[in-house]
């Protein structure tokens, strides 16, 4: 079932809900691949009905980045959607979430400055701004993100916490390749040689958690030891490699379990994340 409009969707969930079903949401920008497909398996399992969301949001880029030529794959995604058993797929139009006229966002402060926000300006006030309209509209009893987008889950947990939203924000392990590499949508944008270089961030990842494993704890030897595994590939250019604490997003000296190893890059013209929470 594809739901195009905020009043279907809120009809949807009135009557599972009147039904005394629990609902699990699942927000994508569609372009769905196994991290995507895993989310809805992990709704599945705690959730009587499951509805995945389709849409590119606009708010959420900057004006040089990639909104034109995001992969949108719809017939794909609705395929992929109904093979994991999702009961409904909404994808709004742009003109449906936003308005016209309309002239209130969501901003979280502090966290939305912070990793992906310092480099993103503006980016997690749009993603901020649709997952609220997204969780009111669906009313869901559970919503479901990746680890991948861990600096994303520490502000809607700050959202959703401030604003009273009753959702349970639920997050699940990254997704991988074979070799490591984190899955994403914007993986289709690399070439075959960008494709083996963006494989430095997973191993930074790795020997992170390894050094950890064997009890390491100091923020200078983790975040240099992840320097040099970056710095193997010459033509990877860091946007940032930190330790942080994963509620605030502020840098920590001291690794503990909670703490978030987080590391973005440009491969080629990509930007790409990957991150590991210690314990």
């Not at 009893?141 to 994303?152: E, I, L, N, S, V």
């Not at 993986?187 to 963006?198: D, G, I, M």
């Not at 009890?215 to 710095?231: K, N, P, Q, T």
């Amino acid at each position: 079932m594809v739901l195009r409009t905020v009043l279907d969707l809120r009809q949807f969930a009135r009557t599972q809900h009147t039904a005394g079903k629990t609902i699990g949401l699942v927000p994508t920008m569609g372009a769905l691949h196994e991290g995507h497909a895993s989310l809805i398996r992990a709704a599945r399992q705690r959730c009587d009905v499951v509805v995945v969301t389709i849409f590119v949001n606009p708010t959420q880029f900057g004006p040089q980045e990639d909104f034109a030529r995001y992969p949108r794959t719809f017939e794909a995604d609705c395929a992929l959607a109904e093979r994991e058993r999702a009961d409904a797929v909404f994808a709004p139009a742009v003109e449906e979430m936003y308005p016209a006229g309309a002239t209130t966002f969501v901003e979280v402060e502090g966290l939305s400055g912070r990793l992906d926000g310092a480099s993103r300006p503006g980016h997690f006030r749009g993603v901020a701004t649709v997952v609220t309209k997204l969780l009111i509209a669906a009313d869901a009893d559970r919503a479901y993100f990746g680890q991948k987008d861990a600096a994303q889950v520490a502000v809607l947990r700050r959202m959703a916490t401030d604003l009273r939203i009753g959702t349970e924000i639920v997050v699940c392990p990254i997704a991988r390749e074979a070799d490591g590499l984190a899955v994403s949508s914007r993986n289709v944008y690399l070439s075959a040689e960008e494709r083996r270089q963006a494989l430095v961030l997973s191993c930074a990842v790795r020997r992170v958690e390894n050094l950890v494993a064997d009890g390491e704890r100091r923020r200078d030897v983790l975040l240099d030891a992840a320097h040099a595994e970056v710095a193997k590939e010459p033509a990877v250019r860091l946007d940032y490699l930190e330790l942080v604490d994963w509620a605030t997003l502020e840098p920590v000296e001291t690794a503990k379990p909670g703490t978030l190893f987080a590391v973005a890059a440009w491969v080629g013209k990509t930007r790409l994340i990957d991150n590991a929470v210690i314990g």
